[in-house]
């Protein structure tokens, strides 16, 4: 079992920056995706970034692409989401997940956190 911690959220003005950090703990995350997903007031559920267990590979929601930069550091088993250029519609609970594999699909994802919430005004 992988328990997943998120933190670093908050309220921030648009065009701020922002930076998440998830820290896993109970297994080490060395051989498994990361990804971050968030979910709005309203809305489903949805893909922001993954990174792979090495770090070398890195896939982006378009919606994120140029702002968001997901990275990793397996020696303090934590993932990070480090966010620019913010937008009120960035507005939402952020997760942290973690897979055996590279996917934006939320239903490969097996082990979650709890959330942080990021609020983003205008």
């Known amino acids: 079992q992988v328990q997943l911690v998120e933190s670093g959220g908050g309220l921030v003005q648009a065009g701020g920056s922002l930076r998440l950090s998830c820290v896993a703990s109970?297994?080490?995350?060395?051989?498994?995706?990361m990804g971050w997903f968030r979910q709005a007031p309203g809305k489903e559920r949805e893909f922001v970034a993954s990174i792979s267990w090495s770090g070398s590979s890195t896939s982006y929601a378009d919606s994120v692409k140029g702002r968001f930069t997901i990275s990793r550091d397996n020696a303090k088993n934590a993932v990070y989401l480090q966010m620019i250029s913010l937008k009120p519609e960035d507005t939402a609970v952020y997760y942290c997940?973690?897979?055996?594999?590279?996917?934006?699909?939320?239903?490969?994802?097996?082990?979650w956190g709890q959330g942080t919430q990021v609020t983003v005004s205008s």
């Open positions: 997940a973690a897979t055996f594999r590279l996917s934006s699909r939320q239903n490969d994802y097996n082990y």
């Open positions: 109970g297994r080490s995350i060395y051989n498994y995706v």
